[in-house]
């Protein structure tokens, strides 16, 4: 497909139906050019909007293929750069679109890169669905250096065993006092991690996580008590169990976040 560059580099933000069609159409025969757009350093450090967006539109696609042989270009791109580019992203996603033949390329760099490459190749292995105790091995060493993201890796691969860990980290967690409204971030993704693992924590322990996400609350109430103008303490609850949503539904405050990561737990019965 000789004119699949220029395509790619037209394409803007999203490409057009006519020409996903028409790169499909090809079957394999786009790979190899997809593979050097998405690692043209020239492309990813355009000025011009249209041109950036091809490496990510070509990451995009390899994943949508499933394309194993864009897993060394893929890990590279996310060794690149960092969580917050837009082509980090599509790099993780196409992995996890591709699955299992990422495992061994993935762990076989392992080894030889940072601390923080180790992490980002640890979420991108999360996210496999495939379970191997190297991954869980690589997943502890993630808690242990960074309890905050280890917690939302592991959630991600959903291993009850890492449950001992995972409460060591949430005790060991010091409950910073700033106020901050995500000062106790880690301590949040610990808990959420450790529910999700099917771990419960003591009361001394869920005093804790209370006392973390207290500036949250604090912030969402008074939110609240602006957009609805009424004070806070008549704000509505859900009055009946039936009446609250499902645990990965969206908390009926509106914070964005999973009930189970919000008012769950903290409701009158």
């Not at 560059?5 to 933000?13: E, K, Y």
């Not at 690589?138 to 001992?164: C, F, K, V």
């Not at 860990?165 to 301590?187: I, T, W």
């Amino acid at each position: 497909m000789n004119d699949l560059r220029p395509l790619l580099c037209d394409a803007s933000n999203q490409l057009s139906t006519h020409a996903r069609s028409a790169i499909f159409a090809e079957g394999r025969n786009p790979v190899p050019t997809l593979i050097d757009v998405m690692l043209d350093e020239h492309l990813q450090r355009s000025e011009d909007d249209a041109e950036s967006m091809a490496p990510i539109h070509a990451a995009r696609l390899l994943g949508e293929m499933r394309a194993d042989a864009a897993i060394p270009g893929l890990l590279a791109t996310l060794l690149k750069l960092e969580p917050g580019y837009i082509l980090w992203d599509a790099a993780i996603f196409a992995l996890e679109a591709i699955g299992a033949p990422v495992l061994e390329p993935a762990l076989a760099l392992v080894p030889d890169v940072t601390a923080e490459q180790r992490g980002y190749l640890a979420s991108a292995l999360a996210r496999l669905n495939v379970r191997d105790p190297r991954i869980l091995t690589l997943l502890l060493d993630e808690l242990r250096r960074n309890p905050m993201s280890g917690a939302m890796y592991i959630g991600q691969y959903g291993d009850p065993t890492a449950l001992p860990e995972l409460v060591a980290a949430f005790d060991a967690f010091p409950l910073a006092s700033s106020g901050r409204m995500f000062a106790n971030q880690a301590l949040v993704e610990l808990h959420a991690t450790i529910e999700d693992c099917g771990g419960v924590l003591t009361p001394a322990q869920q005093a804790k996580y209370l006392a973390a996400t207290s500036p949250q609350r604090q912030f969402r109430d008074e939110l609240l008590g602006l957009t609805t103008g009424r004070p806070t303490s008549s704000l509505p609850a859900p009055a009946r169990a039936k009446d609250r949503p499902g645990r990965n539904d969206p908390c009926w405050c509106g914070s964005s976040r999973k009930y189970k990561k919000c008012h769950l737990g903290h409701e009158p019965g």
